[in-house]
């Protein structure tokens, strides 16, 4: 049973540049969410994805955009990167129909700016 | 909007002993869910433990139990007979009806 994966593990980019992270759901499952973590703080919300639209939205500008494909997997796309954004990305996935249940995560993309 | 506090950014406990992290967090929910996630250094997050808001009954799954006080807005996490492999960094989430909300993490030390 495979759980969630991630790609890639670790990336390089420099200011203004733009990048695409990638999200597997552990099976069975259909709803994905993403975080960004800074080093030393807790996640933050940024979005989730569930029947291929965005369902809720943190505090995140409109340069995080997102994307779920029909197999349930998504992306996730930073534009205009600043160095703000190196950190953490964890994708996490669940069970859209069963309140409560604990969300899944996979093992992060390191992103990292120049 | 929730918060969640986790007021004790590191703590260290002997081999074998039992430690306790605390967690508060701030919501107008009458539904919703709380966990307790472990993120070791290989950063992936691993469950730990999960309480539903509605049972007053407190989570308990093998060293691990929960102290869960609604009125106080409460969740705190008790660890017995502290392994080596649970040195981790920790962190309360809340789960409401729209995202889950972490606190900024507890880092634990399991000293031999």
């Known amino acids: 049973d495979a759980g969630v994966t991630q790609s890639p593990t670790h990336l390089i980019k420099t200011r203004g540049q733009q990048v695409t992270l990638r999200c597997s759901p552990k099976?069975?499952?259909?709803?994905v969410s993403w975080y960004q973590q800074a080093l030393g703080q807790g996640p933050q919300f940024i979005f989730q994805?569930?029947?291929?639209?965005?369902?809720q939205r943190g505090n995140f500008p409109d340069r995080f955009s997102g994307h779920q494909f029909p197999n349930y997997s998504s992306e996730l796309n930073v534009n205009a990167l600043l160095l703000g954004d190196s950190a953490l990305y964890l994708c996490?996935?669940?069970?859209?129909?069963?309140?409560?249940?604990?969300?899944?995560f996979g093992d992060g993309t390191r992103l990292s700016i120049l | 909007a929730q918060t969640v506090t986790q007021s004790q950014p590191e703590m260290s406990v002997q081999e074998a002993e039992t430690v306790t992290l605390s967690c508060t967090y701030d919501?107008?929910?009458?539904?919703?869910?709380l966990f307790w996630y472990k993120q070791p250094p290989s950063r992936q997050m691993i469950l730990v433990i999960r309480?539903?808001?509605?049972?007053?009954q407190n989570a308990t799954e093998n060293r691990f139990s929960v102290n869960f006080q609604k009125a106080a807005k409460s969740f705190s996490l008790k660890i017995s007979d502290s392994q080596l492999g649970d040195t981790a960094m920790y962190f309360c989430?809340?789960?409401?009806?729209?995202?889950?909300?972490f606190g900024a993490g507890t880092r634990l030390t399991v000293k031999p």
């Open positions: 996490a996935s669940s069970l859209r129909n069963r309140a409560g249940q604990p969300q899944h």
């Open positions: 994805y569930y029947e291929e639209e965005e369902r």
């Open positions: 919501t107008s929910e009458n539904n919703y869910y």
């Open positions: 099976s069975g499952h259909d709803t």
């Open positions: 989430a809340f789960l409401g009806p729209n995202d889950m909300r």
């Open positions: 309480q539903e808001a509605y049972k007053q």
